[in-house]
Nanobody
Framework: QVQLVESGGGLVQAGGSLRLSCAAS????????MDWYRQAPGKQRELVAS???????IYADSVEGRFTISRDNAKNTVYLQMNSLKPEDTAVYYC???????????????WGQGTQLTVSS
């Protein structure tokens, strides 16, 4: 019923920039928060940034000041602008959204399939 599709990953040199996008589609009634997570090889998945339906944002300490999360509610899309990239940012980045579907009474978390970011030194 609901699908999240990420795009924008790839290979970039340290110090470079990249923007990730995640579009939600399907029978969506409302979207609460939208997040970006990442998982590096051998590590646990971690929250990178989150944006509420009202636009309030939070960031992991490791990306504060370098990454910017934003959303376009009309397009059900969340973005992650990543600047001053470092090799330690290399990971699979996942989009997550708390969504209430049409006809539903509760909201649930939905995940995208992930997109790979590799930062070379």
């Amino acid at each position: 019923q609901v699908q999240l599709v990420e795009s924008g990953g790839g290979l970039v040199q340290a110090g470079g920039s990249l923007r990730l996008s995640c579009a939600a589609s399907g029978s969506i009634f409302s979207i609460n928060y939208m997040d970006w997570y990442r998982q590096a090889p051998g590590k646990q998945r971690e929250l990178v940034a989150s944006v509420s339906s009202g636009g309030t944002t939070i960031y992991a300490d490791s990306v504060e000041g370098r990454f910017t999360i934003s959303r376009d509610n009309a397009k059900n899309t969340v973005y992650l602008q990543m600047n001053s990239l470092k090799p330690e940012d290399t990971a699979v980045y996942y989009c997550n959204a708390r969504i209430r579907v049409v006809g539903g009474v509760r909201s649930f978390d939905y995940w995208g399939q992930g997109t790979q970011l590799t930062v070379s030194s």
